[in-house]
Structure formats: C-alpha cells, structure tokens
C-alpha cells in the first residue's frame, strides 16, 4: 500500500501546502518539518514557477519570491532528501508541465522517487493528455493526482475511474485563494466519485478556517488547505515557523471534528 493511502487509512486527511523555497530553502525546511510535527497528514510542495496559470494572487507572489531567492527544482530535491531523515508523512510536489519538460519528464519521475516523493499535481495537464506524463510516473512508482473541478460532472466518473493516490476535488471555479464561502455542491462531486472508485477524495482550494475544513472534510476524506498558510509564510517570512504551526494544528482539529 502506497504511503499516500495509507495516511487516509487513519482518517480524515489535513493536507498542507507550501510553496518550496519561499521566503527561502532554509525556512521552509522548517516550516515543512513543523507541519508535519503539527497534524498535517500530507504536504504539497509548490515548485516556484513564472507562470502559475491556476494559482491566484497570493501563491503568484510567493512563486516570484521562491524564484528570487534562487530556488531551483534540484533545490528542492535536495530539500527532500533532508526532510526524509526527519519525517514519514506523503510529500508531493505540486507544479506545472513547464517544469517538469524542461527538467526531463523521466529524469524528473526518476528523482521524485529517488529522493522519497510520493505523488505529484500537475494542474495544467488536462485528463485527455495526461498519458505520457502518467506513464513515466506508473515506471518510477510516483502517483499522479488527478483534479475533478465544478465543471467536469461528465468527465468526473472517467476521471476516478483512473485515478490513484486521492482525488483532489476543486471546490470553486477560478483562481487559488481563499474564499469567504464554498457554494459548490461537494457532496454530489465526491457521491460521484465514490459511486466508481474507492480512492480517497479531498477537497481543497478557498478553504481558510476551521469551520470551512470541518466541513469539507465532512463531505469527503480530507480539506487541502494552501493560499492560508502561503499568506502567514507572506506576512512573517522567516519568523513564520510558529505560526503556521498554530494555524496547522487548528486547521488538523477541524478536519478530526468532521
């Protein structure tokens, strides 16, 4: 069993994201080792990119202050290897096709799984063309995460049906950030899921408090939670250790409430 199922086996799943090397490599070893320490079940590393086409204005800025300090992929593969000495929990990178071509698509594949990644998101991959990218994840052992957004009800069951690793459910139309309500209707988005796979579901994009992770867990297997940790990491930088392990463990109690 895959280290990403197996952290859905013990519940509700908080999953935590962080763009790599923002404000730099050094913090956000900490900050990745401190959520971990603090109830995050799963964590997203962002790898920075110029052109985050999905990513609302607050993972844009911490992309350009990623890139600025210097931070490259190998960065943050060296990054990894450090945190595997530290912590057991599922680390996936989350990033774009750019990225990984330029890196070398099986180069990169290789690496992941070298250094102890367990999945990676690709969100500019649409299903229809994800074949290639799939293939040189099944050889390397890394799981390909696959989004369902409000938009695709048709394309949903074909999605899950092919799906490993969990399902990442996109509760709002638009941008990352986060959202002051989620009207999407949840429920009938992971019912369909559920009615063909048994992959976990967890919703995230726009979810902020508690309240909102409580409730999304409640409707799926866990809240992923992004542009709120990536705005504590903005407003304290380097001093933003300790208060992303507050909010971590805040955001964890929510989703064991559900």
């Known amino acids: 069993?895959?280290?990403?199922?197996?952290?859905?086996?013990?519940?509700?799943?908080?999953?935590?994201?962080?763009?790599?090397?923002?404000?730099?490599?050094?913090?956000?070893?900490?900050?990745?080792?401190?959520?971990?320490?603090?109830?995050?079940?799963?964590?997203?590393?962002?790898?920075?990119?110029?052109?985050?086409?999905?990513?609302?204005p607050v993972i844009q800025a911490a992309d350009l202050r990623a890139l600025s300090a210097g931070t490259t992929t190998d960065a943050l593969f060296d990054l990894v290897v450090r945190l595997r000495e530290e912590i057991d929990i599922p680390l996936l990178f989350m990033t774009y096709m750019n990225p990984i071509y330029v890196y070398g698509?099986?180069?990169?594949?290789?690496?992941?799984?070298?250094?102890?990644?367990?999945?990676?998101?690709?969100?500019?991959?649409?299903?229809?063309?994800?074949?290639?990218?799939a293939g040189s994840c099944r050889e390397n052992g890394v799981e390909l995460?696959?989004?369902?957004?409000?938009t695709s009800s048709e394309r949903i069951e074909t999605i899950a049906k092919e799906a490993e690793g969990f399902i990442y459910c996109?509760?709002?139309?638009?941008?990352?950030?986060?959202?002051?309500?989620?009207?999407?209707?949840?429920?009938?988005?992971?019912?369909?899921?559920?009615?063909?796979?048994?992959?976990?579901?967890a919703v995230g994009f726009g979810i902020a408090t508690p309240e909102q992770a409580k409730k999304m867990a409640g409707l799926s297997d866990g809240a992923i939670v992004g542009s709120a940790i990536v705005k504590l990491v903005a407003q304290y930088g380097k001093d933003a250790v300790p208060y992303v392990a507050d909010y971590v463990k805040s955001m964890k109690a929510g989703v064991l409430e559900a």
Request: charged residues 25%; aromatic residues 6%.
């Open 1 to 56: 069993m895959s280290r990403i199922s197996k952290a859905f086996e013990k519940g509700k799943a908080f999953i935590a994201f962080i763009t790599g090397g923002d404000p730099d490599i050094e913090t956000s070893y900490e900050l990745i080792k401190t959520m971990a320490e603090n109830g995050a079940d799963i964590i997203e590393i962002g790898i920075p990119f110029s052109d985050p086409i999905a990513e609302g």
């Open 105 to 133: 698509t099986d180069r990169f594949m290789k690496r992941c799984a070298e250094v102890g990644i367990d999945g990676v998101i690709v969100p500019d991959v649409p299903f229809e063309e994800k074949s290639e990218l």
């Open 145 to 150: 995460i696959s989004m369902i957004a409000p």
């Open 170 to 201: 996109v509760s709002s139309l638009g941008v990352t950030g986060v959202r002051s309500e989620i009207t999407t209707d949840i429920g009938t988005m992971v019912k369909q899921v559920k009615d063909v796979t048994d992959v976990p579901v």
